[in-house]
């Protein structure tokens, strides 16, 4: 009977350093602080939804979609945040050397560690799901806001966390890495603020739909709160899986520059 090499029985690299960077985050107060913070501004928010749907302030497709928004902002936020840290952050506290001089390829490295980073908005959205579920008025609610989380949010949320990884690659200091990657979560979500004559406008839905941030909050908005048919805003999906795509590409091509002192 023939038996496996040993190099068929190991994990790949990547695996390995996924399952390490995965302990890590949520074996640690990191993850769990900021699992609990986001937990607890959406039971805060949930709860203020359900109080104004009582008093008919709000309907059920308003109070869920303010909470599939804050969702996708929230956990898109502090996976982009994990995901900046990851590397810049051990160049910072000294560790960064020993995970080089391992026989790891660079690539593996920031795969496994983006990989791992993903797990913060992962778990973010599906713990939005049970706000969704409890303040929704019925299935086709439920079923449009699971979607919106499932789909734009994961497309979201992986593009960003991509973009903390190529931006921490490269990134000569921790303080940097975070700023920058937050400041860009920032300027691409603003078109999505813009007044409704604006947004409504020819370069409003332009500037909205070609950015994937901006694009998934008004998916969400429009199909939760404006209850406009899910068919016909598909085109809002385009950018955000572009900017996966790019973002995938560039954070892995980016890996070669990883090194002890930063970008050069």
């Known amino acids: 009977m023939p038996t496996k090499s040993h190099s068929e029985l190991s994990p790949s690299p990547i ?12 074996l640690s107060p990191k993850g769990l602080t900021v699992l609990f913070g986001y937990v607890l ?15 008919n302030l709000l309907d059920a497709r308003e109070s869920v ?3 599939v928004q804050v969702a996708i902002g929230l956990s898109t936020l502090a996976a982009l945040v994990v995901s900046s840290d990851m590397i810049s952050g051990e160049r910072e506290r000294d560790t960064l ?12 490295l920031v795969i496994g560690k983006m990989a791992a980073a ?4 992962l778990i973010g959205i599906t713990a939005a799901v049970p706000y969704v579920i409890s303040l929704a ?25 991509a973009m903390g990884m190529a931006i921490s690659a490269i990134s000569m200091s921790n303080r940097v890495s975070v700023a920058a990657s937050v400041g ?8 999505s603020q813009l007044p409704a004559v604006t947004a409504d406008g020819v370069l409003g839905s332009i500037l909205i739909a070609s950015n994937p941030v901006s694009a998934g909050l008004k998916l969400a908005g429009l199909v939760l709160i404006d209850q406009k048919p899910l068919a016909d ?15 995938t590409f560039l954070a892995i091509r980016l890996s070669s520059r990883v090194r002890l002192g930063g970008a050069r």
């Open 15 to 26: 695996m390995v350093v996924a399952r390490y960077e995965l302990r890590a985050l949520w």
């Open 41 to 55: 501004l959406l039971s805060v928010l949930s709860y203020v939804a359900a109080s104004e749907a009582a008093l």
């Open 65 to 67: 979609g303010i909470v």
């Open 97 to 108: 050397e020993a995970l080089l001089v391992t026989p790891v390829p660079r690539r593996a």
């Open 118 to 121: 993903s797990s913060m908005w």
């Open 137 to 161: 008025g019925g299935p086709g609610v439920t079923g449009d806001a699971i979607f919106v989380l499932g789909v734009a949010g994961s497309l979201v949320g992986l593009a960003l966390t």
């Open 184 to 191: 860009i979560l920032l300027i691409l979500a603003a078109p």
């Open 233 to 247: 805003q598909w085109h809002l999906l385009i950018s955000p899986v572009v900017a996966v795509a790019v973002m």
